[in-house]
């Protein structure tokens, strides 16, 4: 089902609505295999990580819908504005072959502090025909690895007891596996009686179930924040709802990854219908190609089932998409070699960023060309820089903006 979008201008303030009208959904269910109740451990590991993996068991014919995984990154002083990604695969249950049902790649952008913190993120599946769908009934491992520049380490976020000792593996390039226990135990110090499970799950859904109603679905852009409300006829052992807004796609284009940027009680089981709300005061974090952010809800029962409902969009004025950031560090040490910038593009533009001195002449071009929409980083190098006061300028089209830089011994 389509939404409608209802767009008005009031006054000076931009508003514009995009409703999901009486949506129904698939019934959605999480595997999940981890002690959510154990207590948390860190594995740090440089990259690229092993490929670690979990076997999942659905209970009927069923589409792997989404991964939810938790991990950090910590960033090298070399890495610049190089990314860090996520690989994700889905194979069938048939190790040591490897047969891939669906794979894909996300790109975990440093900001503009060069760094990745820890966060919750959802990578969501974002399937084309033939979709990874489990048919016949079977087991399948979800299996994914960081990999970034080197100096990089990743933060395998992990739980002790295990619940599951012997779901949570490491694949080689043979297709053999490792417990996840075995290859952990020496760093984290645990014991020859001790286990644990990786933290990350699965959400599939069953084609052939009943599907889930939700009344409305609604968000409100205006004065810089996103208003979201949504509405419920009746609920059942309904414990409440994480809000996801999309991340910037960038070269993600064969999958998206949201986060979680809020949580709202829900209401257990009632008959009655309930009114929800949320405010999003910083819905530039999740600007799209042509000013356009993306929510969604992902409902979740006492017992752990969830259903994750269709998406919304707001647009946001294109003026408060045009950004140009603060370089990083500043100030920027010539020790160091180079410093970064980070600007946004509301649309695809063609665009030119240049470093003057302080009496306005052009001491270097940091990049020029055609850019998409989106958030970019770009790296300024200072070799042969004095210290001393810059400027950088950025200008697409008849918009500009200026900022300033200081360079340093």
């Known amino acids: 089902m389509r939404f409608r979008v209802i767009s008005a201008v009031l006054a000076a303030a931009f508003f514009l609505t995009a409703r999901a009208e009486a949506q129904t959904t698939k019934v959605c269910k999480p595997l999940r295999y981890f002690n959510a109740s154990g207590t948390e451990l860190v594995y740090n590991t440089s990259m690229p990580t092993p490929w670690f993996a979990v076997r999942m068991s659905p209970e009927a014919i069923a589409d792997v819908d989404s991964a939810y995984f938790a991990f950090g990154v910590d960033r090298a002083s070399s890495s610049g504005a190089t990314p860090d990604t996520l690989d994700i695969r ?132 205006r004065d810089g924040m996103t208003t979201i409300e949504w509405r419920t006829a009746t609920e059942e052992n309904n414990m409440g709802f994480e809000i996801l807004r999309q991340v910037p796609a960038g070269k993600a284009a064969s999958a998206r990854l949201w986060q979680r940027i809020g949580f709202v009680e829900g209401n257990g ?44 969009e707001v647009r946001v004025p294109l003026r408060s998409g045009f950004r140009l950031e603060q370089n990083y560090p500043n100030p920027a040490p010539i020790s160091t070699g180079r410093t970064a910038v980070s600007f946004h593009l509301p649309e695809e533009a063609d665009i030119s960023i240049a470093l003057h001195d302080a009496l306005g002449r052009v001491v270097r071009t940091v990049a020029e060309g055609r850019f998409s929409a989106g ?21 697409a089209g008849e918009r500009s903006i200026v900022r300033r830089m200081s360079v340093v011994e």
């Open 375 to 395: 958030s970019h980083v770009e790296e300024i190098t200072l070799d042969g820089l004095r210290p001393g006061m810059y400027f950088y300028r950025l200008i």
């Open 269 to 312: 089981t009632t008959t009655r219908a309930q009114t929800y709300g949320f405010a999003d005061t910083d819905p530039a974090e999740g600007l799209q190609p042509m000013g356009v952010v993306r929510y969604r809800l992902r409902q979740i029962d006492y017992d752990g089932g969830s259903t994750m409902y269709p998406v919304v």
């Open 90 to 221: 889905v194979l069938k249950d048939k190790l040591p072959q490897q047969i891939i049902l669906d794979e894909m790649t996300l790109i975990i952008p440093p900001n503009i502090q060069g760094k990745v913190p820890d966060s919750y993120y959802v990578a969501e599946f974002a399937f084309v025909s033939p979709v990874a769908r489990i048919d016949p009934v079977a087991d399948f491992w979800l299996s994914w690895r960081l990999r970034g520049p080197a100096g990089d380490r990743a933060r395998i976020r992990l739980k002790e007891p295990a619940q599951h000792p012997r779901r949570s593996v490491t694949i080689g390039a043979t297709g053999d596996t490792t417990l996840v226990t075995d290859v952990v135990k020496m760093q984290l110090g645990l014991g020859r009686d001790d286990s644990v499970d990786l933290w990350a799950e699965a959400r599939v859904c069953y084609p052939f179930w009943p599907p889930v109603e939700l009344e409305s679905f609604t968000a409100v852009y």
